[in-house]
C-alpha cells in the first residue's frame, strides 16, 4: 500500500522504531484476523489534509497503515494507549467491505484529560459504526470517507460544547468524557452529522430538530457495542416526556422498525429525502405521504401514524439499562436495534437491485 510504504520509508529515515505499534488489546476482544500494523512518524505529511492552520516545522503525524483488507470492524487491532503522544497527529486506514476509511486522530492539543484508552476506544468506535452507517446512508452525495477526530481544550471553562462537527472534521471537547465517563456515543451522534453531510435546515421538516433527532436516532440504532455504553448514560426519550415529533428520536426508530420490509427501507428514503432537499419545510406532509408508499401506513397522514405511535407500547418503554452488562426493557420487549440493522437495506442490496435492472 502506499501509504503503508511511504510511512515505513521516512520511519527508517528517522530512526524512530520506538514509535512501531505492537500487536494485541490493551484491553478489547480478541484478534483472529492477522494484520500488519505499521506507525511511524513524519514531519508535515501531505497527507494531513486541511491542516494548513497547523503545519507547522515541528508539528509530526504517525501514519498507521493496519491491515490490507478487514472485513469485520471487529478485526481491527489496537495499539497501546502508551503510543499515543499529546501533539502527535494519528493517521489510521481500514478498508472495510471493499471502501477504505481513513481516520485522522488529532492529538495536537490533547493535555490528556481523555483517558489515552479512551481514545483508542473512539478508534475502535469510528470503525465499528461509521461503516455501519456509511453502507446504508453513505452513498447518494456520497459522504466522505476520510473523518478527522480533533481533540480540543479550551482556554475559558464555561460553555463549552462537548463535541460538534463541521464537514468531516469532529472537535472533541478534552474535559467531555472525563466528567462524563462512558457517552462514547456522543461520537456516534457526531458521526451521523458527517453522514448526513449537509442537510440543509430550511429543506428538512423541523430544521435544526430534524437535523438531531436524526443523529440521536443513529446514536441509538448504530450505537458502539451495540449499545453496551450508550444504553446506559443516554435516554431516549418516551412519549410521555416528549409528546412532541419534532424533537422524537424514539418515533423514528419506531417507524423505521413498523415499515421496514424486502423492498422498502424506509430511513434509507427519508435520508435521501433530506439530503435531496426536495421538499420545504411546509411541504413535508406531502414528502411523508410518499415515503409510505408501499408500507402498512400507506395513505394515512403523518399526524394519524404519529398517534399510531403514542397509541404503541414502543413509546412508553423505557430505554434505559441499568448498568453495562443489562439491556433495557425497550430492548428487552422489541430487539428492535438487531432488527433495524438485521432489515434495513445495505449498499450491496442497492448494488444487487441495480445490478437485476440491467
Ligand atoms: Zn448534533
Not at 175 to 187: A, G, I, Q, R, T
Not at 294 to 305: H, N, R, Y
Request: proline share 2%; hydrophobic share 30%.
Amino acid at each position: 500500500m502506499k501509504s503503508g510504504f511511504l510511512a515505513q520509508g521516512v520511519a527508517i529515515a528517522l530512526g524512530l522504531s520506538t514509535m512501531m505499534a505492537p500487536q494485541g488489546s490493551a484491553e478489547t476482544e480478541t484478534n483472529e484476523n492477522e494484520s500488519v500494523i505499521e506507525a511511524t512518524t513524519e514531519v508535515s505529511t501531505e497527507d494531513i489534509v486541511g491542516k494548513e492552520e497547523d503545519a507547522d516545522e515541528t508539528e509530526e503525524s504517525v501514519e498507521v497503515d493496519e491491515s490490507e483488507e478487514e472485513d469485520e470492524a471487529e478485526a481491527i487491532d489496537e495499539s497501546n494507549a502508551d503510543d499515543l503522544v499529546p501533539g502527535y497527529i494519528y493517521i489510521y486506514h481500514h478498508t472495510i467491505n471493499g471502501i477504505q476509511f481513513k481516520l485522522v486522530l488529532d492529538l495536537s492539543d490533547w493535555q490528556k484529560h481523555t483517558k489515552a484508552e479512551d481514545l483508542l476506544k473512539i478508534k475502535e468506535l469510528f470503525y465499528e459504526v461509521y461503516p455501519q452507517m456509511y453502507d446504508r446512508f453513505g452513498g447518494y452525495k456520497p459522504s466522505p470517507t476520510d473523518v478527522e477526530i480533533k481533540v480540543r481544550n479550551y482556554t475559558n471553562d464555561e460553555d463549552n460544547p462537548a463535541a460538534y462537527t463541521t464537514k468531516n472534521q469532529i472537535y472533541l471537547n478534552d474535559k467531555f468524557l472525563e466528567s462524563n465517563p462512558m457517552h462514547y456515543d456522543c461520537m456516534t451522534h457526531e458521526l451521523a452529522h458527517v453522514i448526513q453531510n449537509g442537510w440543509a435546515g430550511e429543506k428538512v421538516e423541523y430544521g435544526m430538530d430534524s437535523i438531531e433527532s436524526f443523529a440521536n436516532y443513529c446514536r441509538f440504532v448504530y450505537a458502539y457495542k451495540d449499545g453496551r455504553y450508550n444504553d446506559m448514560v443516554h435516554e431516549m426519550k418516551d412519549a410521555e416526556a416528549k409528546n412532541v415529533r419534532d424533537k422524537s428520536t424514539r418515533f423514528l426508530v419506531w417507524l423505521d422498525q413498523q415499515a421496514l420490509s424486502s423492498d422498502r427501507d424506509i430511513m434509507r428514503d427519508y435520508f435521501e429525502l433530506c439530503s435531496d432537499g426536495s421538499y420545504t419545510k411546509d411541504n413535508w406532509d406531502k414528502a411523508w405521504k410518499r415515503l409510505f408508499k408501499g408500507t402498512k401506513f400507506e395513505g394515512k397522514s403523518i399526524d394519524k401514524v404519529w398517534k399510531m405511535y403514542l397509541d404503541s407500547k414502543f413509546a412508553y418503554y423505557s430505554s434505559k439499562a441499568a448498568d453495562e452488562n443489562s439491556k433495557s426493557e425497550l430492548i428487552e420487549k422489541t430487539d428492535v436495534r438487531n432488527y433495524i440493522k438485521k432489515n434495513a437495506f445495505s449498499q450491496k442490496y442497492e448494488d444487487s437491485l441495480k445490478a437485476k435492472k440491467k
